[in-house]
T-cell receptor, first 116, second 111 residues
Framework: EAQVTQNPRYLITVTGKKLTVTCSQNMNHEYMSWYRQDPGLGLRQIYYSMNVEVTDKGDVPEGYKVSRKEKRNFPLILESPSPNQTSLYFC???????????????FGNGTRLTVT | GQQVMQIPQYQHVQEGEDFTTYCNSSTTLSNIQWYKQRPGGHPVFLIQLVKSGEVKKQKRLTFQFGEAKKNSSLHITATQTTDVGTYFCAETRGSQGNLIFGKGTKLSVKP
């Protein structure tokens, strides 16, 4: 089954404790992206990747890191989490960059992160 | 970065009433996509519009792209409780075609 898999689904952590949220897709998609969703703010892009070893900042990259060493994986790293990073996080992938027709985003099920 | 502006932010309707959400941009859009997120779920792709003045239908849903490609709308005829959720429009930004979302319209339907 074609899917984007995020882990974990829920995570409660403390300020400053490094964490990684994993994201994997099995569709051989070139494009991957991370979003955070907060009430009233919609989906805001954190980082995206056009292909292996190609990553770029989105609108809210501060406090986050990513890597794209393999096509299928795009982990999100919080080196020193803070309470303002408490949010619902979504990973998404697409066959190609969004300027191409028929490249919809496929989303993972989300990771709800709480930083205390 | 500036998002596309989406209105209204919330909409409460009685089952059977129509619903419309609008997406507006100050710049010309190359294309626009629409997504639906059910409560507790993740966004799911509905449709992509590319051509000026394009109109597409999916059962009770009608999607339009403005003639100037600066706005788009999603209209639901005779809403049902299964239509509950948040509807997002998303624009392609930049030469790399990165996808940026509006803030969404949250629809609630009273049976």
């Amino acid at each position: 089954e074609a899917q984007v898999t995020q882990n974990p689904r829920y995570l409660i952590t403390v300020t400053g404790k490094k964490l990684t949220v994993t994201c994997s897709q099995n569709m051989n998609h070139e494009y991957m992206s991370w979003y955070r969703q907060d009430p009233g703010l919609g989906l805001r892009q954190i980082y995206y990747s056009m292909n292996v070893e190609v990553t770029d900042k989105g609108d809210v990259p501060e406090g986050y890191k990513v890597s794209r060493k393999e096509k299928r994986n795009f982990p999100l790293i919080l080196e020193s989490p803070s309470p303002n990073q408490t949010s619902l996080y979504f990973c998404a992938s697409a066959r190609t960059a969004q300027s191409s027709y028929n490249s919809p985003l496929h989303f993972g099920n989300g990771t709800r992160l709480t930083v205390t | 970065g500036q998002q596309v502006m989406q209105i209204p932010q919330y909409q409460h309707v009685q089952e059977g009433e129509d619903f419309t959400t609008y997406c507006n941009s100050s710049t010309t859009l190359s294309n626009i996509q629409w997504y639906k997120q059910r409560p507790g779920g993740h966004p799911v792709f509905l449709i992509q519009l590319v051509k000026s003045g394009e109109v597409k239908k999916q059962k009770r849903l009608t999607f339009q792209f403005g003639e100037a490609k600066k706005n788009s709308s999603l209209h639901i005829t005779a809403t049902q409780t299964t239509d509950v959720g948040t509807y997002f429009c998303a624009e392609t930004r930049g030469s790399q075609g990165n996808l940026i979302f509006g803030k969404g319209t949250k629809l609630s339907v009273k049976p």
